[in-house]
T-cell receptor, first 113, second 112 residues
Framework: KAGVTQTPRYLIKTRGQQVTLSCSPI?????VSWYQQTPGQGLQFLFE???????NKGNFPGRFSGRQFSNSRSEMNVSTLELGDSALYLC????????????FGNGTRLTVT | GESVGLHLPTLSVQEGDNSIINCAYS??????FIWYKQESGKGPQFIID?????DKRQGQRVTVLLNKTVKHLSLQIAATQPGDSAVYFC???????????FGKGNQVVVIP
């Protein structure tokens, strides 16, 4: 079974631009979560989608948004990029019920200059 | 908020020895715990999980212990190998908001 796939692997953007990251979950997994990972803050929860609905949201500004499609694939968007948005963005999927582990992709490394 | 933390930032262990990684959590509403391993350039990889109705669970070369009384979680790795060198994260699932919160991570370095 293929794992979680994230594209692109690397991105370089300038301040003020916007970016869209893509995630394909494990087949059969209906829940997709996004995390931001930085050396200083560790893994911070962004949001979770289940059946095309945002089920949970972390403490990030409205510049961070996401969506999920009917095939469970998900995208996240960051608008008006700031230098502090430079991070590894991780997508993870799980079948849907709470007591199951998240399975992570290898992330998208975003650098904002 | 995220309340999971680790006691030691770096653990150096001799190849073949056992490793113990500790994690403290403060949210008594957490009912599910997971250990992840993250190697350089990769996403976190699931190692083992445990539910709050258990105090011990074993996998292949790994054991997770949960002490709900003192809100402490540990991961034991038997016969540590060079491939075990990585950052290890504990994560807790808060039943109230149903999200996984991660600790800061603990670097394990295996000395050949």
């Amino acid at each position: 079974k293929a794992g979680v796939t994230q594209t692109p692997r690397y991105l370089i953007k300038t301040r003020g631009q916007q970016v869209t990251l893509s995630c394909s979950p494990i087949s059969g997994h209906r829940s997709v979560s996004w995390y931001q990972q930085t050396p200083g803050q560790g893994l911070q929860f962004l949001f979770e989608y289940f059946s095309e609905t945002q089920r949970n949201k972390g403490n990030f500004p409205g510049r961070f948004s996401g969506r999920q499609f009917s095939n469970s694939r998900s995208e996240m968007n960051v608008s008006t990029l700031e230098l502090g948005d430079s991070a590894l963005y991780l997508c993870a999927s799980r079948p849907g019920w709470p007591d199951s582990p998240l399975h992570f992709g290898n992330g998208t490394r975003l650098t904002v200059t | 908020g995220e309340s999971v933390g680790l006691h030691l930032p770096t653990l150096s262990v001799q190849e073949g020895d056992n490793s113990i990684i500790n994690c403290a959590y403060s949210n008594s509403a957490s009912d599910y715990f997971i250990w992840y391993k993250q190697e350089s350039g990769k996403g976190p990889q699931f190692i083992i999980d445990i539910r709050s109705n258990m105090d011990k669970r074993q996998g292949q070369r790994v054991t997770v212990l949960l002490n709900k009384t003192v809100k402490h979680l540990s991961l034991q790795i038997a016969a540590t190998q060079p491939g075990d060198s990585a950052v290890y994260f504990c994560a807790e699932n808060d039943k109230g908001n149903n999200r996984l919160a991660f600790g800061k991570g603990n670097q394990v370095v295996v000395i050949p």
